[in-house]
């Protein structure tokens, strides 16, 4: 719950006003106390803070746009009905509570009392016409397979926001974690061409300036329905070159960057500045084509993931941030199945499958292992990894790299190449940290991938993806997972790290949902 107000303060409060306050005290900002705990001495106020990550800004317009870039932004100048806590609990925002009536229809609660920035209030039928407007097909919004399952949203009245799916529709709430609400009398009357360059929000920060391919700068929200961050003017630098984003760091420019190569670590850290790496979304896999031999085996399969020695891999590569697969999942997903075994190197074991599985000296044709190294981080040294433990059972791998467009056209199963693979180095992740946005895409044929070929692994997919309530849902989620686990579509590989660094005098941690948020940033020096 947010912090009361102090009441002997008052809005507005005029720039003047708040330049002698901050002078003078430091302590409080726009007509409240700032966070519990937050420094109360002279000089907490940050003038100017800058984050940076990798994606420069194409569009202000939150809901014409994927890029993580925008989903960044849209956390500084919107607000969601749900955000993440920072050990990546789903937590109210914008909503205070949600619940499923039926296996079709989500009921939303939204808080009372948040505004928007040209001063209209923020209430169900913004949510409605947010959810309604994404949808639209004459909108045409790159976001909206994301919610293609919404048949429509309806504000009941000022506080209540129905949302009617095509069918069961669980993961609606953690897909609505980065969704900007937007003001419906300004997105409704105002054109594409406009809301690109012209953002109306709520959020914590307010608007100012967009300098295109550099920045975009916002200032505080004085009026924001909880206490304002200790900031006066933001920046978002969108720098695709990570050298220059590590620079930006350590001149100063910068506090908080993202993306950040893991050979910079010990750089950063020795000019005295912080580094850190936490598992994220972002899985990492070797997938073999199960209707090509030899992995129409399940011992194969099993065989090549008792060689794969992926904690030295992840060690070497990841620099021993991230986290070692064992099934489709990982811990910061929703149906982790904790109590499974892992795939430890042993090459006895290895070597007694391929044997049953009548390959006793190997498989005698080379394989080859298609690959977009971009995908994820090391992914061509990991595939070559992948390559060299895999000879020691006798499978000659040989790694090829492809183009992106061309790797994308034909991996799905249901209309890609026959011939793909028959292995290939995957990588996916979803903000939503559901297992909607994995499972049918990585393993049903109708999916990114699918090579799996398993009916009923499909059918068991479709069935947890029907489920709403939450504890029925992670028992069947986390029996299927088992079921992966022995069944091995993939080489397990690893769950990569999101990385950051930060300015040595504020309190921020490396987060798995890759945000830089700031709401309650704290001076520790």
């Not at 989500?106 to 808080?111: A, D, E, H, N, Q």
């Not at 026959?418 to 994995?438: H, I, K, L, R, V």
């Not at 990585?442 to 709403?468: F, P, V």
Request: glycine share 6%.
């Amino acid at each position: 719950m947010a912090p009361r107000r102090d009441a002997s303060w008052t809005y507005p409060v005029s720039r003047r006003e708040f330049l002698e306050m901050s002078a003078a005290a430091g302590a409080v900002l726009f007509g409240g106390p700032l966070w519990e705990g937050q420094a109360e001495a002279q000089g907490a106020l940050f003038a100017e803070f800058g984050t940076a990550q990798s994606e420069t800004i194409v569009t202000l317009d939150p809901q014409n746009t994927t890029a993580l870039g925008n989903a960044i932004l849209s956390n500084y100048m919107w607000d969601s009905p749900v955000f993440r806590s920072p050990d990546n609990k789903l937590i109210p925002w914008a909503c205070t509570e949600w619940r499923a009536v039926s296996d079709t229809l989500w009921r939303f609660k939204v808080r009372t009392g948040i505004r928007f920035w040209n001063g209209n209030p923020l209430t169900a039928r913004s949510l409605a016409f947010s959810l309604n407007r994404i949808v639209d097909p004459k909108f045409v919004s790159p976001q909206r397979n994301a919610f293609a399952q919404i048949e429509k949203a309806t504000a009941t009245d000022d506080v209540t926001c129905d949302v009617v799916c095509k069918r069961p529709f669980p993961a609606l709430p953690a897909t609505l974690y980065i969704f900007a609400i937007l003001d419906e009398q300004y997105y409704g009357k105002h054109d594409l061409d406009h809301t690109t360059a012209n953002p109306m929000g709520s959020g914590p920060f307010v608007f100012k300036a967009w300098r295109r391919g550099a920045d975009v700068e916002m200032e505080v929200n004085r009026s924001y329905w909880m206490p304002p961050p200790p900031i006066r003017t933001l920046k978002y630098y969108g720098v695709s070159e990570a050298e220059t984003r590590t620079a930006a760091l350590l001149s100063g420019q910068a506090k908080i960057i993202y993306q950040v190569p893991l050979d910079h670590f010990e750089r950063i850290k020795q000019a005295r500045f912080r580094a850190e790496g936490v598992t994220g979304p972002r899985i990492v896999f070797a997938g073999m084509h199960q209707q090509k031999k030899p992995f129409d085996d399940v011992r194969v399969r099993q065989a090549v993931n008792y060689a794969v020695d992926n904690r030295k891999i992840m060690q070497v590569f990841m620099k021993g941030l991230g986290e070692v697969m064992n099934q489709p999942l990982v811990s910061t997903i929703f149906g982790f199945n904790a109590g499974l075994s892992m795939y430890d190197p042993d090459l006895d074991r290895a070597r007694a499958l391929m044997r049953a599985a009548g390959y006793p000296n190997g498989f005698p044709q080379p394989l080859n292992l298609e690959v977009v190294p971009s995908f994820a981080l090391n992914l061509f040294e990991t595939s070559e990894a992948v390559s060299y433990d895999l000879k020691r059972i006798g499978l000659d791998v040989r790694v090829q790299v492809r183009e992106n467009a061309d790797f994308r056209a034909r991996r799905p199963a249901a209309t890609g190449d026959p011939n793909f693979g028959p292995m290939f180095a995957g990588s996916w992740g979803s903000g939503t940290f559901d297992p909607q946005s994995y499972l049918p895409a990585l393993l049903h044929r109708q999916g990114a991938y699918g090579r799996n070929y398993d009916e009923k692994a499909e059918a068991w997919i479709e069935k947890c993806m029907a489920i709403n309530d939450v504890a029925a849902r992670l028992k069947e989620l986390q029996a299927l997972e088992a079921y992966f686990h022995e069944q091995c579509p993939f080489i397990w590989l690893h769950a990569q790290p999101n990385t950051y660094a930060m300015a040595p005098d504020i309190d921020f941690k490396a987060r798995a949902d890759e945000l830089m948020p700031v709401h309650t940033i704290k001076k520790t020096a």
